[in-house]
């Protein structure tokens, strides 16, 4: 049975400095081995079989910046599926409002750079992906439960 809200504390403001740190430092780890190390997520849900990791580059709606973070991630032939849950947190992850702005992305999986067009799923597109990822990630459904925006799926596709 899901839990209907989130550990304690996942709501301190501590927390996303921490997940920037770390993920500033998995960004770093990835692209120095090619995703040989960094490219598996085991925790949670994943813990005994691990949930493959991409590294996706959007472009900072204020800054016009690139901004680069390691995303749990589905294949879907050509295509690459994000989930912009943010641990289920009530607000959509900056990099999501990021590529809602300009869909123009970056998709590096292990060694293999990709320029990508990102958008959300629609209704039906979300329906039948959602079982697929949730078994890749079933911690997908607690974040879900864990707030009421419904957590968007991201399809990126080649440009």
């Known amino acids: 049975m899901s839990p209907k809200s989130p550990p304690k504390g996942l709501d301190s403001p501590v927390v996303p400095k921490f997940i920037k740190v770390v993920s ?3 960004v770093e780890t990835y692209r120095a081995t090619n995703g040989r190390v ?9 813990l005994r079989r691990g949930v493959p990791i991409c590294l996706l580059t959007t472009r ?3 800054t016009g910046r690139p901004r680069t973070l ?5 294949r879907d032939g050509d295509r690459v599926v994000i989930v912009a ?13 990021n590529l809602r702005d300009d869909p123009r992305v ?6 293999d750079v990709r320029r990508m067009r990102a958008r959300t799923a ?25 707030t009421d925006r419904e957590i968007p799926v991201v399809i990126c596709e080649p440009a």
């Open 38 to 46: 960094g490219g598996t997520w085991r925790v949670g849900s994943a």
């Open 24 to 26: 500033r430092l998995h």
């Open 122 to 146: 629609d209704a039906g597109e979300r329906a039948a992906l959602w079982p697929r990822l949730v078994e890749v990630y079933a911690d997908y459904d607690d974040y879900q439960s864990w």
């Open 70 to 74: 390691p995303l749990l991630y589905m």
């Open 60 to 62: 900072g709606r204020k």
């Open 85 to 97: 849950s943010q641990g289920g947190l009530p607000k959509h992850p900056m990099w999501y409002l």
């Open 106 to 111: 970056v998709v590096r999986v292990g060694a």
